[in-house]
């Protein structure tokens, strides 16, 4: 089975025109060729802060971290036009950023490293051509230049071209006419500061279409006529060229087929190692900003498009259809809309062939005509191209034209067209705006959608990729690190050796994957990716942070058509993941602080146990016997009549230690508490006092109770005595005092009879004969 190859694309901002087109360009290519296509906006490589748009737009160029020759099989390298806001790729930065690529193949767009094989437009023809006009022609005298950034490589080329027309035209080069700016409108204030230094300019050659309008604004400041005062020409021929007033007359680079080409490069040298550089050809395209007389006309339509008498119709429908028709997704019903378009092409040989013409004929161009854009669903039939490629149709009928009628039904068939399509065109762009409203709402409701989580955990990860589907995403891949990593713009960034795949959408399916799965290495990522698709496709590589803190990324095939919101996804994907970051925090924060609370309730319970426990005995202290017994008396008094109070002495306790030491002496504190502890069983309160002294209180409703504890306790000496081994024997002297319950009970009133009841009885022993 063929080898279906991963190809990496580098481009800058895919919402700005160029790398819109070339990225349109590749993925038609891609499709083609059943090749994957992985779309990286990298937009910046070594960035300045001082020349960012926005503070954080550095965290782009972290993208080119993740390659490695396991992941991507070759690069294609936009190197014009990524790095352009940090001044541009010198050839220096352009070898330096390539060494990071290390041993995965490099191509570069319009880089010439020197060393690579690179792929460009032929930036001298088309400007030559434009400046050959204005000199011959227009006769301009005093022609500017409005270069880009001066170490851009596209920009080097176009001041060459230049500078090489003036001389082929015997006429000075003068630097203080060429200016250097941003390949932006913002050149504006340039050009006005250009034209007040330097008197008697007639004629402009801009870098870009978009630092022409920049002088159309500059021209207007001034108080100048664009195509009268002064004639400018521009390079790219973007859409905007002919809304202009008056419209811009450009180079006609075509961004879309050099991304087209690029691809095919690329095949060709992992193929067949071939590395031969390319040249993408460019015409120039006259228009009323160049200022020629009545009597001067220059055709600005591609040749190849004229309509003869040796045209052979099928060829023309084939040829004319690849420049009307511009697909932007697999299209199954691309062979339906070419067979409408070929129908109404051979209606056109019919009328261009014939001098005698059926009126029918004009119904039936029509018919076809509507037939062709009912079938188009997908809307991938360019109109904008549709209008020129009718327009040149129109001028070739009519001037093979012999007759009134003819010419009559090609006026008319021509009238309904671009009535047609200015309806289509309508209906289109409501159409479109709907679909952006509703698309815009999808991507809004990311990140609110966080806050309503009753409770988190990682399956919540899922819900933020979940209604992708709903933006005509199908397949979207969220990998994250273990940790979010900090990066400020003067770290080098190096991702992670694994990264993890939190969730996976395909179609509406939605799947959260267990912590063993998750865990990916980078250099498998992109291809676990496009393994899950079935068919090859693009990718769209998005770097996901908030701040300078970087989350991951999020690898998903967003559809062309919403390429203007990819900014928004980023944000609104990485603002989901921090807020859920955050409140995973807080609850973990959560749960640790209360299991901290559970820890120190338990702490400070045995604290308060330890504060009131005797350490030798395990009872009560002394302590811990008048909070204990207040308790008993205030919860339990009310429940029984009488209240009785023991107060105890262990008899012997100094002969004991003198005669057989301290542990003996402990022994008997001990058997002590345990003979009285046993006595007083699980009711009451029991507490050592301190040396051989012993405290007990308890409830009853027996008033003689005092009798039954006194037997027992007896009896628990007797049968202690004799199962002892000692040689002396436990002797402990008690006395107890019974109170009938009242609230104004004195506990330490009961302890003072009990003990003089306790004193009474020692006595008594003692004088015992």
């Known amino acids: 089975m063929k080898k279906r190859y991963n190809i990496a694309l580098i481009v800058g901002d895919i919402r700005d025109l160029y790398s819109n087109c070339v990225t349109k360009g590749a993925m038609r290519a891609a499709r083609e060729t059943d090749s994957n296509i992985l779309i990286v906006p990298g937009r910046y490589f070594q960035a300045k802060k001082e020349l960012l748009y926005e503070e954080y737009e550095y965290q782009y160029q972290t993208l080119f971290s993740y390659f490695t020759e396991n992941n991507v099989d070759i690069v294609i390298a936009c190197t014009s036009v990524v790095g352009i806001v940090s001044g541009s790729m010198s050839r220096n930065s352009l070898n330096d950023f390539l060494a990071r690529m290390k041993d995965i193949p490099v191509i570069t767009v319009s880089g010439d490293s020197g060393k690579l094989p690179n792929i460009c437009y032929d930036n001298k023809a088309g400007i030559k051509e434009g400046m050959d006009i204005m000199i011959s022609k227009q006769k301009c005298t005093k022609i500017a230049m409005v270069a880009g950034p001066k170490e851009n490589l596209d920009s080097i080329e176009r001041v060459k071209a230049y500078k090489e027309s003036l001389a082929e035209h015997e006429m000075p080069v003068e630097d203080r006419l060429i200016i250097h700016c941003d390949f932006t409108e913002k050149c504006m204030f340039d050009v006005i500061n250009l034209f007040k230094s330097v008197r008697g300019i007639d004629g402009v050659v801009f870098a870009n279409d978009r630092m022409a309008i920049g002088g159309y604004e500059a021209m207007r400041e001034l108080g100048l006529r664009v195509g009268r005062d002064v004639s400018f020409m521009g390079f790219d021929n973007i859409e905007k060229d002919i809304n202009l007033d008056p419209p811009l007359a450009s180079v006609v680079a075509d961004a879309e087929n050099i991304g087209y080409e690029s691809v095919k490069m690329a095949l060709d040298y992992l193929n067949f190692n071939d590395d031969e550089d390319r040249v993408i050809p460019t015409h120039f395209v006259m228009r009323e900003s160049i200022a020629l007389g009545n009597k001067d006309t220059v055709d600005e339509q591609p040749q190849q498009f004229k309509i003869t008498q040796d045209t052979d119709f099928d060829t023309f429908a084939k040829q004319s259809f690849l420049f009307i028709y511009n697909p932007t997704v697999n299209n199954a019903n691309r062979d339906n809309i070419y067979r409408a378009y070929l129908f109404f092409v051979l209606e056109i040989e019919k009328l261009y062939r014939n001098d005698r013409v059926k009126k029918d004929l004009l119904t039936s161009l029509a018919q076809y005509f509507n037939k062709l854009f009912d079938i188009d669903e997908r809307c991938e039939v360019d109109i904008g191209k549709f209008t020129i490629l009718m327009e040149m149709i129109k001028e070739s009928v009519m001037e093979n034209a012999q007759t009134k009628e003819k010419k009559a039904i090609i006026v008319n068939i021509s009238a309904y067209v671009y009535r047609r399509l200015a309806s289509i065109l309508s209906l289109r762009e ?119 803190m970087i989350y991951g990324v999020l690898v998903c095939d967003i559809p062309y058509n919403i390429f203007a919101y990819y900014e928004s996804l980023i944000y609104q994907v990485s603002c989901a993941i921090r807020i859920l970051h955050l409140l995973m925090f807080t609850e973990e924060t959560s749960n640790q602080l209360k299991e901290s609370l559970e820890i120190i309730t338990k702490n400070n319970l045995r604290l308060d146990t330890l504060a009131k426990q005797d350490e030798l005995t395990g009872i009560y202290n002394r302590r811990g016997f008048f909070i204990e017994a207040e308790n008993l008396l205030k919860e339990e008094g009310e429940k029984s009549k009488y209240i009785i109070v023991g107060f105890a002495d262990t008899d012997n306790l100094k002969i004991v230690n003198d005669t057989y030491g301290h542990d003996e002496g402990d022994f008997i504190i001990i058997s002590s508490s345990e003979v009285l502890s046993d006595t007083l069983g699980n009711r009451g309160i029991i507490a050592r006092m301190g040396g051989d002294e012993f405290a007990f209180v308890f409830n009853t409703n027996d008033r003689d109770e005092d009798k039954t504890f006194f037997d027992k306790f007896e009896d628990n000496i007797r049968k202690f005595n004799e199962e002892s081994e000692k040689e002396y024997k436990l002797s402990i002297s008690l006395g107890m005092y019974v109170y009938e319950y009242n609230e104004n009970i004195n506990l330490k009133e009961l302890l003072e009879s009990a003990d003089k009841e306790m004193y009474h009885i020692k006595k008594n022993r003692r004088n015992k004969p």
């Open 430 to 548: 409501s159409d479109e705006n709907y679909k952006l409203k509703k698309i815009q709402h999808e991507i809004y409701r990311i990140s609110a959608d966080m806050i309503g989580f009753d409770g988190v955990s990682e399956k919540n990860y899922a819900s933020i990729i979940s209604n992708f589907h709903k933006i005509g995403i199908n397949y979207s891949f969220l990998y994250l690190f273990k940790d979010p990593i900090k990066h400020s713009i003067e770290d080098n960034f190096e991702p992670d050796e694994f990264i993890y795949l939190k969730a996976m959408q395909i179609g509406e399916k939605v799947v959260s994957l267990s912590d063993r799965e998750q865990m990916t290495p980078v250099s498998e990522m992109f291809e676990f990716a496009f393994n899950k698709m079935e068919n090859s496709g693009h990718l769209v590589m998005l770097n996901l942070y908030v701040r300078d």
